[in-house]
Every structure is written in C-alpha cells, then in structure tokens.
C-alpha cells in the first residue's frame, strides 16, 4: 500500500501525481499544477489531506532542524520535522513540546495546519499558541514571512488552515521545561459520567495533563464507566523500566477484526486492568502521550473499507446534560466504539481562525465503516450543531458543508487568505453548496 492515504484509510482518494519538495525556496514544485495539497505523514484520519485530481506535496524531505536556543527552549525547524525526531533531540536537553497530540508519528507542518491539542489543552491551548513564526509558500512563488506581527491575519489563518493557505516551509515555536523524561500519573475508575465530572473538576487546577478512556459498551447510560488519567512532569533520576518491543500490523486485513464483540472484550480488559479505584505510576513520557504507537500500523485491523473517528467538542454551558444525550443517541444507533476518549477544553482564545478547540466538552469515538454508519453519524451531526457544536475537520470524511458551514461561521473571514491553487478533498466536500 502507498503512504499517500489517510489514517482512517477512507476515503480512498489518489492523487493524480505526488511531487517532493526538498528546497526551501522551491516554487518549482507548483509548475503545471491545476490543484497542489501539502501532506505530512497522513495522520489525519479522513480526507484533510487528500486531493482529488490533484497533486499532493510530499514534505517529508523538509526535515532539517535550523536552530534550537537551548537557554530559552525555542525552537526553528523545517515543516517536514516529526515530532519524533524533536522528541529524541530535545528531551535528552530537558525540553517538551509545548502541546502533543496522541500520536509523535506527524509533522511539524500537519501541527500546525490542523492546530493539534493534547491532554493539556485546559491549560495551555493548542500547538498554535506557541509558533512565533512561519515562512508560507505560495502558489505564486511568493515566500510570506508570518507572525503575531508580519502579516498576522495570514499566520492567524494558516493556523488550523487545514493547508489552505500555502506551504509552510519552517516554524519557529517556544517548548516546555521538564524536570525529567517521567511524569507522575494517577488513575481513577470512574462509574458514571458524574463521578467523572467531579474527578475532573477536581483534576484540572494541579495537573497539566487529564485524559478520561471511557467504556461505552457497558450496560446503561447510567452505568458509564471509563479510566480518568491525571499527571504532571516529575523529577526522577532513576530510570524506569521501558517497555521497547513494538507490535506491528503487516498489512490491510482483507476485512475488520474490529466488531462488537471485539470491542466489548477489549473494553472490558481494559477496564479490569486496574484492580483498585485508584493507583499511582510513574511512567516514561513515551507510553504516556503515545500509547498508540507501541502498535505499528493499528489502523490496518479495521480491514480494506477503513474507519471513521468522530471527534466532537461541545459548549462547557449544560455539557454534562448535553454529553448524556448524546450518548444516549449513540446507544440507540446501535453504534459501538474501539476507542472513546473524553476530554476537556480550556477558555484560551482560538489560535487560528478555523481551529477546533474552543471552551467545552471533546468526545473521539472510532467507528468502523458499516453501510448504514454515514446515515446514522448524520444524525448525530445535528445534535451536536444543535448544542453549539463542532466536528474536528483532522479526523473528519463525511460532514455535509450545512454542518460545516454553521459550525465554523469564521469560514467567511477565511477564504480570503486561502490560495487559489491549493485544495483539498475535504475543502471541496464542505464547500459544495
Ligand atoms: C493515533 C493518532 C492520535 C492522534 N491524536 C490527536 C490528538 O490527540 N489531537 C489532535 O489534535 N490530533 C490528533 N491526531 C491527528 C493528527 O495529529 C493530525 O491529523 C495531524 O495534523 C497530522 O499531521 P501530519 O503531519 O500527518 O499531516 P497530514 O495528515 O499529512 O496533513 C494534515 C493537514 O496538514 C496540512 N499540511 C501538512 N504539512 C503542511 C505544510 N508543510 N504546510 C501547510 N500545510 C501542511 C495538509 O495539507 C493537511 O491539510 C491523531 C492522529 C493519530 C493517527
């Protein structure tokens, strides 16, 4: 299989051609383009960054770091940087990235585009409220300098752009101290989706990073139960053992191992692997942030027809009221989920005009692609519209552009700095009205 998909391997768009950029001043790539997207490493889950009848920018081989002020933990690095390779350089010098999302396999460009969150947003925001400056090619050869002050509407626009507004090159973005590559983690079983309000009301003032995996195939709504992790960096000077060896999936499966029962068992293992309400750990950053990692190729067990992960955020006002209703409308969809993650948002202002994560309540659910699921997530859709809601367009394949459209009114403001030559399949999806 060629890399040029994305994580949910749906939808299954190829690009007529797929170009490298290796130069930083190479506007060569754009000649005899009708339709150019930039694309990373494909951890988007749906079609953000696919093109149809395009040509993809592979800038993969922009992977030069440029500086690194080890004093004041900023760093300058070409768009194509992992987080892997900044994670090897700066922790060692007891740095972090400021914001990571689940996953260290994505790059430095695809961060900023989608302005990725973390497990800490309800304190420090999204990975674009720490970029200090990007160097953005356009279509028109052109090379636009951006920051809070050098065309700052572009920079506010090119964050969480969705890679829209040109090609970012190079970032310069400020890191996070750390006193050790450990954290200080505590897990609470929680038996109701009350029981994980109060935890996590509790939680977010004194520690950085809270997480909840919640089990949605147990019993009834009332009996919801899940994992709560909080934790925060911490002082260690004894190495804990890690474990290394890594799971890897060969191929696409021809069909899905993912189905309800698999997902009942998981789930129910998962949630029996802590015996005590309450335990305390101290954990390596690795298995941490990037659980997912430790299996290569995970996406490939949801089979050749691919998976969806419906992540959504609601408003903070009424959101327990609003959660429950939700899930009581998933439940009578009959849907049923791998993965569900919950998590709150912070009142930091949106770093980029079309980012995703605004004050409120975040769900991610993965669902497999069944006949019926686009019709069913439809109606979910609305619901969550209805509540003041939007879909987060990274993990998105299948948002019609009404729900777009009325869940990111500042699209309006946006297309003023969108570049003609570049588009997307979501883009071309959510825009057809
Ligand atoms: C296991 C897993 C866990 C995840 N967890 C999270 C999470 O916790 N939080 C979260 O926010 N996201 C999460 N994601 C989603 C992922 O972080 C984003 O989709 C990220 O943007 C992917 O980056 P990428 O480099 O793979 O870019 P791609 O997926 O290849 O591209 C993403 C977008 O960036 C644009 N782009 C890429 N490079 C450039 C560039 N140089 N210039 C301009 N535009 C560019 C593309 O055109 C596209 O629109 C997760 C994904 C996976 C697979």
Not at 129 to 136: C, P, Q, R, W
Not at 277 to 295: N, Q, R, S, T
Not at 361 to 380: C, G, H, S, V
């Amino acid at each position: 299989m060629n890399r040029y998909h994305s994580w949910g391997l749906y939808p299954k768009i190829s690009p007529k051609k797929v170009k490298k950029i290796f130069w930083r001043n190479e506007s060569s790539v754009f000649e005899n383009c009708n339709k150019v997207l930039p694309f990373g490493l494909g951890r988007s889950y749906g079609d953000v960054c696919l093109v149809d009848n395009g040509i993809l920018i592979d800038t993969t081989e922009l992977k030069h770091l440029i500086r690194f002020d080890q004093e004041n933990g900023i760093l300058h690095c070409e768009s194509g940087v992992t987080l892997e390779q900044i994670l090897k350089h700066i922790v060692p010098k007891g740095w972090f990235l400021p914001v990571t999302p689940g996953t260290k396999y994505i790059t430095v460009g695809g961060a900023i585009a989608n302005d990725v969150h973390g497990k800490n947003h309800h304190k420090a925001g999204s990975f674009g409220h720490y970029v200090k400056s990007f160097d953005l090619l356009r279509s028109d050869g052109s090379i636009v300098h951006c920051s809070p002050e050098e065309n700052p509407e572009l920079f506010q626009a090119t964050i969480g752009g969705l890679g829209l507004t040109g090609l970012i090159l190079n970032a310069e973005f400020t890191l996070k101290k750390i006193p050790s590559e450990y954290l200080y983690l505590q897990t609470i079983k929680f038996k109701s989706i009350s029981e994980f309000f109060e935890i996590n009301d509790a939680s977010e003032k004194n520690f950085e990073y809270t997480v909840a995996w919640v089990d949605l195939t147990n019993g009834s709504l009332n009996s919801v139960r899940g994992i709560y992790q909080r934790a925060n960096h911490f002082f260690s000077d004894q190495s804990v053992k890690q474990k290394k060896s890594k799971i890897s999936i060969p191929f696409v499966l021809p069909f899905s191992l993912i189905n309800n029962l698999s997902i009942f068992i998981f789930n129910a293992l998962y949630y029996s692997k802590q015996f005590d309400k309450y335990a305390e750990h101290i954990i390596h950053y690795d298995p941490f942030f990037y659980p997912l990692d430790g299996v290569n190729n995970w996406n490939y067990l949801y089979g050749r027809k691919g998976f969806l992960q419906y992540q959504f955020v609601i408003p903070k006002d009424n959101c327990e009221r609003n959660l429950l209703t939700i899930l009581n409308e998933i439940k009578k969809l009959g849907l049923s989920s791998f993965l569900t993650v919950l998590k709150t948002f912070g009142n930091k202002p949106k770093a980029g005009i079309l980012s995703f994560p605004r004050e409120g309540l975040t769900l991610a659910i993965d669902f497999p692609i069944t006949q019926d699921i686009f019709q069913k997530l439809n109606k979910l859709d609305s619901t969550v519209v209805d509540f003041g809601g939007a879909l987060y367009p990274a993990k998105d394949a299948r948002m019609s552009s009404k729900i777009f459209h009325e869940s990111y009114p500042e699209v309006n403001n946006f297309l003023q700095f969108k570049d003609p030559l570049f588009n997307s399949a979501f883009w071309e999806r959510v825009m057809s009205c």
